[in-house]
Nanobody
Framework: QVQLVESGGGLVQAGGSLRLSCAAS????????LGWFRQAPGKEREFVAA????????HYADFVKGRFTISNDNAKNTVYLQMNILKPEDTAAYYC??????????????????WGKGTLVTVSS
């Protein structure tokens, strides 16, 4: 069974930081690339960042490059998204996903195999 449980969302001022966590089941952590999508109110879900199952490869959406960092902790079966220099436009529900790394490269939301329930990030101006 694949489970993805997000945590770490909250309210932060513009320019601040948050770290999201995704606790993954062993099956998800060992067999899939893991990543993050987000959905702002009234908008479609969009790709944010991904990390390969080996942890050696990472991929980011252009709008977060230099601000967000994805990483994993093998001992904890957890993926992190460190978000710095947050902007009001980063306000969204953030979802942890599991899928093929190639699908993350395409930002293909429809090809993600598994989704968490999401965690809300609100950035105030």
């Amino acid at each position: 069974q694949v489970q993805l449980v997000e945590s770490g969302g909250g309210l932060v001022q513009a320019g601040g930081s948050l770290r999201l966590s995704c606790a993954a089941s062993i099956r998800a952590f060992n067999n899939y690339a893991l990543g993050w999508f987000r959905q702002a109110p009234g908008k479609e879900r969009e790709f944010v960042a991904a990390i390969s199952s080996s942890g050696y490869l990472t991929h980011y959406a252009d709008f977060v490059k230099g601000r967000f960092t994805i990483s994993n902790d093998n001992a904890k079966n957890t993926v992190y998204l460190q978000m710095n220099i947050l902007k009001p436009e980063d306000t969204a529900a953030y979802y942890c996903t599991a899928g093929a790394y190639e699908d993350y490269l395409r930002g293909d939301v429809d090809m993600m195999a598994y989704w968490g329930k999401g965690t809300l990030v609100t950035v105030s101006s």
